[in-house]
């Protein structure tokens, strides 16, 4: 069979190899057509696999005795090359799999992606995606660059604009995405230079359905597909959403189990609270992409439970179905 | 009796002068020593004043022709000079008031507040500083700049870290309050060349108890009493955290009330979620201070209700009363 494969880097992670094997195991029996690659240590790996059911047809092993730590930085991409991450990304770059996923740390993997898998032509600087759940039922919003680069000129931006829309339209299926540019107020007039140069372009931009400048506030309010930014604006603003909805979440759960009277109410809630939770909590949105390199690459959150893997390993299945990168280059103008 | 002042500019907000006038009212039957001059139009004041219960020497009026409007810009402080905001200004400027508290515009604000009142000697830019909610009971956090300023270089931030730890201590009672930097992660090699410089800058600072960087998603967790920032990285974290507490109560109210099964268990849970709301909602910190002017200046959220203002007054009385001002000078070395 002609196998969609994965390259699965299941060390380095905070919880273990465990979660990761298992979330793999559940797709596996899923998408009969997917392979993966296991990236690690071997012995380990083969034990998380005992007693589990699988075809083993569609497992494979890749032996490495490094492993690149949450603590490790860029430079350990370079250091430890027999490392799980490193040979995983180099099984892509050689063509022996169609995209890889880790749960390992982000700078050392968007730099290994970099540096291995290389860049899309014309891309200078690749962006870090995730997907961010909004009130909208079933519809998510795009959020890059949350913090592969520090900094981004308008013409990062605008190449941005144009990875996010290919991405949106050829995995989301969303006809014509609706893409802002995230900034401090609505007007055109608002922001830094950067952002009214990228206002611009990308309301000059012909491939680009814009919808204008978008306050934080409403990133997770579903009013647009796309939200493009820098790097470190998006990463502060993810994070500061991000902590308010589990600091918010914990408040709650404090709030309605301080006596037996609300803890018997809240039992009857349970459902309720756990649709919200199921939509808002980042494990099932643990996933994000490095976008502007040369193959498929996803990274889950470093924290990442099986729910969090799964739902990975199902966007990086998904992205290789829909020949993602040959949609991302039609979009750049590559051939 | 000698009155604290508060000059209380009631035009200009979304909600209309009358939730601003009963906050008034509500403040001034608690404390004796509080003289409130509204300003704006005297005919409208007046009549949301009629039937009410105050003490008449506890009132004063400044009869206004304009409006600065939501939408007015900077440069309408200029222009508008019979405006309520703009004489409210003026009062506090010839100290005929301590005080100013306005429901206004932000951006016209805090250009009046440097144009009118004027700056603090060796301060650069003024900050605007909100008191942020956290997981911690009664403790708060000091964010700033939220966004009186898109850029701030290390001396700015700090001289921001300065006024913060003067007001945390005369105002907010903490003794010594820990400070620390936002970034995009905690290592002191993260972040811009200003991060960087600004972390050596607080490090080396002995008047300052300095915690280290903080990332964005742990604002709200109350681990620190101050967050020192630029005012373009403030700005966007703290809308990114108000937007995600909306739409997350937002949620939780629709999954909760979906049947009538669920409605009934939640009604019982309805003090626990009053709890929450009450200190995770903006409408109890909706007061924010303009931080490095001359004189005491506080905005209160645009769409502020009576809980709102009578918020943000309290706060304008209390920095009256704890002498805020003189605190300010001190720290920062000014006679």
């Known amino acids: 069979m002609n196998y969609k494969k994965i390259a699965f880097d299941v060390m380095g992670s905070d919880n273990g190899l465990i979660p990761a094997v298992d979330a793999a195991i559940k797709l596996l029996g899923e998408q009969k057509d997917l392979k993966i690659i296991f990236v690690g240590k071997e012995d380990l790996i083969k034990n998380a696999l005992k007693n589990k059911k699988y075809n083993i047809e569609q497992v494979d092993f890749l032996d490495c005795k490094e492993i690149i730590e949450m603590t490790d930085g860029i430079i350990d991409i370079r250091r430890k090359k027999d490392s799980s991450m490193v040979k995983a990304l180099e099984l892509v770059r050689d063509g022996k799999a169609d995209a890889i996923t880790t749960g390992g740390a982000t700078a050392p993997f968007i730099a290994g992606c970099i540096f291995i898998i290389k860049r899309l032509e014309s891309i200078e600087r690749p962006a870090f995606m995730p997907v961010i759940p909004t009130l909208i039922k079933d519809k998510v919003t795009l959020l890059l660059d949350v913090g592969a680069n520090l900094e981004s000129d308008p013409e990062d931006l605008e190449k941005f604009a144009l990875m996010a829309n290919a991405y949106s339209k050829s995995i989301l299926k969303v006809k014509e995405p609706k893409i802002a540019l995230l900034n401090i107020g609505e007007e055109p007039s608002k922001g830094t230079e950067v952002h009214k140069k990228t206002y611009e372009l990308l309301k000059n931009n012909s491939q680009i359905n814009f919808y204008g400048n978008i306050e934080s506030r409403y990133v997770t309010s579903g009013f647009v597909d796309v939200v493009v930014t820098d790097g470190y604006t998006g990463n502060m603003t993810l994070k500061a959403a991000e902590g308010m909805a589990k600091n918010l979440l914990f408040e709650i759960k404090q709030a309605i189990t301080k006596t037996l009277f609300r803890k018997l109410a809240a039992l009857r809630l349970k459902k309720a609270f756990n649709e919200v ?59």
């Not at 939509?279 to 470093?302: M, R």
């Not at 799964?310 to 040959?326: E, F, R």
């Open 277 to 335: 939770k199921a939509k808002f909590d980042y494990k099932n949105h643990a996933g994000a992409i490095v976008l502007g390199v040369d193959k498929i690459a996803f990274k889950s959150h470093g924290s990442s439970d099986v729910i969090s893997f799964y739902a990975t390993l199902k966007m990086t299945y998904n992205a290789i179905k829909n020949d993602v990168i040959s949609n991302l280059k039609t979009s750049l103008n590559i051939k």
